[in-house]
T-cell receptor, first 115, second 121 residues
């Protein structure tokens, strides 16, 4: 089955430290991968995506993600965390079916940055 | 260019009433997706529509739920005879157009609205 997994419900990081939010996927065909962020009582905001090309993708707010085909992973990273990065992060993958495609979202990881 | 708009932002209904949620996609976007998010949970895909067509409704409950995206006007998610378990945030997303598996297009990204929070009393 095509799916995406975020193994950590919560990630806690001190401000200024690097952060990683993990994501693994299972999809047939070429993976189209996305990261979104959700702030309280808001909709999802697009952060970045991988379609093809360089395995290291840079996105909004200083975030980047590394596509690793052999490990089927697409971890989100930031060199130095800010308190304002505290939010709910969703990894997503486009799943392909015979007549259509849709984006499958992970269960989300709550990132908490302490001052 | 206005983003994806949803209204109402908050909707309160009593059990047995009907709920209508509206979504206006971004200008130029012809594809609409509806998702449901339960408290402290991730997003669950419900339905994918293009103008006047339902492309994929595999995530929609078989009863009481329906969706449409008419030629003119917003997309509507309709929930009949609401129950307490329908209480959730409902998000709409839009994208410009069709994506081919073999042809990369900038059309692939979905842009989300602010959501409608439905509370069933």
């Amino acid at each position: 089955a095509q799916s995406v997994a975020q193994p950590e419900d919560q990630v806690n990081v001190a401000e200024g430290n690097p952060l990683t939010v993990k994501c693994t996927y299972s999809v047939s065909g070429n993976p189209y991968l996305f990261w979104y962020v959700q702030y309280p009582n808001r909709g999802l905001q697009f952060l970045l995506k991988y379609i093809t090309g360089d395995n290291l993708v840079k996105g909004s707010y200083g975030f980047e993600a590394e596509f690793n085909k052999s490990q089927t992973s697409f971890h989100l990273k930031k060199p130095s965390a800010l308190v304002s990065d505290s939010a709910l992060y969703f990894c997503a993958v486009r799943a392909w079916y015979s007549s259509a495609s849709k984006i499958i979202f992970g269960s989300g990881t709550r990132l908490s940055i302490r001052p | 260019n206005a983003g994806v708009m949803q209204n109402p932002r908050h909707l309160v209904r009593r059990r047995g009433q009907e709920a209508r949620l509206r979504c206006s996609p971004m200008k130029g976007h012809s594809h609409v997706y509806w998702y449901r998010q339960l408290p402290e949970e991730g997003l669950k895909f419900m339905v994918y529509l293009q103008k006047e067509n339902i492309i994929d409704e595999s995530g929609m409950p078989k009863e009481r739920f329906s969706a449409e995206f008419p030629k003119e006007g917003p997309s509507i998610l309709r929930i009949q005879q609401v129950v307490r378990g329908d209480s959730a945030a409902y998000f709409c997303a839009s994208s410009p157009g069709r994506v081919s598996q073999t042809l990369y297009q900038e059309t692939d990204t979905q842009y989300f609205g602010p959501g409608t929070r439905l509370t069933v009393l």
